[in-house]
C-alpha cells in the first residue's frame, strides 16, 4: 500500500501541495484538485478514484461550494444557540453559580470531583430528560431518513455485517460487490429492515397526525388526542432506535458507509459539472471535443453507480442533508451533556 501511495504522489507533485494544504484546513476544494491536476489525470476516473482514496487514508475530505456553505450556515446557526463560547446560554436548571475560580473549567480536577460527588448539581433531572430526548430525536431522523431508501438500507445491513464477520473496513467491503451472509446474519438483516419499517410507518401517521393538528383548535378535545399520539409515536420510535443497538462501532461505520458512497458519486458529478462549465466558455472544436466526451463518459459512470445503489443522486444528496441534520442534533445535545 505504501508503494502504491508513493508512486501516485510521485506521478503527481501538484498532488503532494494539495496534501499540505488539506492537512492545514482538514479539506480541499474539488476545484483545487482539478485545477492543480492535469486534464488527463482529470479524465480517467480510476487515477481520480485512487486520488480521492489517498486523500480519505489521510482523513482530508474533498468538498464542493455548495457543502462547504451548508456546513458554514450549520456552524452559524449552532454558535447562536450555543453562544461564542460553544457552550449554550446558562439557565436557572442548567446551573447553579460557583464562586471557586478553579471551578470554571469542565476538565478542572477539583470541579470533577466535586460533580461526582454531587456537591456541584449542573443538570437537574428536567435538564437531563431534555437533552436525552434531543439526543433520540437526532438519532431518529438518521433512522427515519435511511429507512426511506430499502436498497440502500439492505446494502448498508448487509455491509455492517460483513464488517462485523470479517474485520474489514467499510470502505474496502464497498469496493467489492459480494454479499453473502451466513443464516444469522441474513436473520440480523431482515430484522433490521423490519424495525426501520416500523420507524418508517410511525414517521408517516405522525406526520398525517401533525397535518390535522393543524386544523385543530388548540384548546380543543381533539388537538390534546392528537398531540397524545404524536407523543406515543415519538416515544415508540425512541425504543426502536434504542432497540436497534447502534452501537458507536456501527455508527461510525454508517457514517463511514455514508462517506464512501457519496465519495463514489462525488467524482462523475463534479467532473460532469466542471466540464459542462468549460463547454458554455470554450470555442476550440478539440477541446469541446474532450470536454463533451468526458462528460458522456462520467454520464454513464453515474448511471452505473445510481444503479448499484439504488438511488439517484438527486435523493441521495436529500438523504445525505437529512442524516448530518440528524447527526448534527444528536452532537450537540451531546456536547452540552459532556460541558454541563
Known sequence: MKESTVLVEEKYPELNK????????????????YEKLPEEVTG??????????????????????????GEKGEAATADK???????????????????????????????????????????????????????????????IALSKERKLLELFLRTNERARRERRGVRELLQTHTTELDDKGRDRVREGQRLFRTILQLDGESRELRRRLRRCKKTGKRHQELSDKIDANTA???????????????????????????????????????????????????????YSSRVKRYEEELERLEERFVIPYERLKVLLTDVRRGEAETDRAKQELIVA
Request: no cysteine; aromatic share 6%; net charge neutral.
Open 81 to 143: 444557540k450555543t453562544g461564542k463560547n460553544g457552550k449554550k446560554p446558562a439557565t436557572k436548571t442548567q446551573t447553579k453559580p460557583v464562586a471557586t475560580e478553579q471551578l470554571e473549567k469542565t476538565n478542572d480536577p477539583v470541579r470533577m470531583y466535586l460533580r461526582e460527588m454531587g456537591t456541584v448539581k449542573l443538570l437537574d433531572r428536567e435538564g437531563e430528560v431534555d437533552i436525552a430526548q434531543r439526543i433520540e430525536a437526532g438519532e431518529a431522523k438518521v433512522f
Open 236 to 290: 415508540e420510535t425512541a425504543i426502536l432506535v434504542r432497540r436497534a443497538d447502534f452501537t458507536t462501532t456501527t455508527r461510525n461505520r454508517l457514517l463511514t458507509f455514508f462517506g464512501e458512497v457519496e465519495r463514489q458519486f462525488a467524482i462523475p458529478i463534479q467532473t460532469i459539472n466542471r466540464d459542462k462549465k468549460k463547454l458554455l466558455q470554450e470555442r476550440n472544436k478539440e477541446r469541446r471535443k474532450f
Open 44 to 69: 480517467i476516473a480510476e487515477e481520480l478514484d485512487t486520488i480521492y482514496m489517498r486523500l480519505s487514508e489521510l482523513d482530508i475530505d474533498v468538498k464542493d461550494e455548495e457543502s462547504l456553505e
Open 18 to 33: 494539495l496534501i499540505q494544504a488539506g492537512k492545514e484546513r482538514g479539506f480541499i476544494m474539488y476545484e483545487e484538485l
